[in-house]
């Protein structure tokens, strides 16, 4: 079961390959709910826009989702959307902290 709270996945891999996702996470019984707080890139992952462009609040479904996702312990896990693309590994924040060292995009 995954902890509740904020997660974060960050890349800087070069100015053309940056990215900050903040995302507010809960875990139900039949699903997970990630409701969006940032987004910072400055050439944004595809299927990332795909899976939030109507909303920033997601519900993906654990038995019929479409989307991969590995739990690794109880606060991080990699969110593979529409299994395509690239992956994006979360970690655990907190309830409301912060992460140190941010990229900073655009």
């Excluded at 707080?37 to 595809?46: C, D, H, K, N, T």
């Excluded at 654990?62 to 739990?71: E, N």
Aim: charged residues 25%.
């Amino acid at each position: 079961m995954l902890k509740r709270g904020k997660y974060i996945a960050e890349h800087d891999n070069g100015i053309l390959d940056q990215y900050r996702i903040v995302m507010s996470v809960r875990e139900t019984e039949k699903s997970y709910v990630f409701e969006l707080l940032e987004y910072v890139s400055r050439y944004s992952p595809a299927q990332m826009d795909m899976l939030l462009d109507k909303n920033k609040r997601v519900v993906i479904s654990k038995s019929k989702g479409g989307h991969a996702m590995r739990i690794w312990n109880d606060h991080d896990f990699t969110l593979y959307p529409y299994q395509a693309g690239i992956p994006f590994h979360f970690e655990w924040v907190g309830e409301g902290g912060n992460k140190e060292g941010s990229v900073k995009c655009g």
